[in-house]
Nanobody, 123 residues
């Protein structure tokens, strides 16, 4: 079982940066692929980025490629999302999720979710 707690959200101006963290409990963290998703009001939850259990493979949505970076520190049971050049359309609640398999872009590939952290980008 893995419990996930996100932090680092907040209000930032367009063009600014934020780093989200997701702290995981449990000794099996390193066996999970991890992902970040986001959900804006009135919209479906969408994939943002994913990282393999080793950190050797990463995947990004086209909308964030080149601006966001996902990383993990298995010694600290933490996954990060560095967000640069933020845009108003990045405003959403951001969720981290854990997948017992390779992870991916679909929400049903993940079976553990955090409670979310709000990111608001002002124009």
């Amino acid at each position: 079982q893995v419990q996930l707690v996100e932090s680092g959200g907040g209000l930032v101006q367009a063009g600014g940066s934020l780093r989200l963290s997701c702290a995981a409990s449990g000794r099996t963290f390193r066996s999970y692929a991890m992902g970040w998703f986001r959900q804006a009001p009135g919209k479906e939850r969408e994939f943002v980025a994913a990282i393999s259990w080793s950190g050797g493979s990463t995947y990004y949505a086209d909308s964030v490629k080149g601006r966001f970076t996902i990383s993990r520190d298995n010694a600290k049971n933490t996954v990060y999302l560095q967000m640069n050049s933020l845009r108003p359309e990045d405003t959403a609640v951001y969720y981290c999720a854990a997948s017992p398999r390779k992870g991916g872009t679909r929400t049903d590939e993940y079976n553990h979710w955090g409670q979310g952290t709000q990111v608001t980008v002002s124009s």
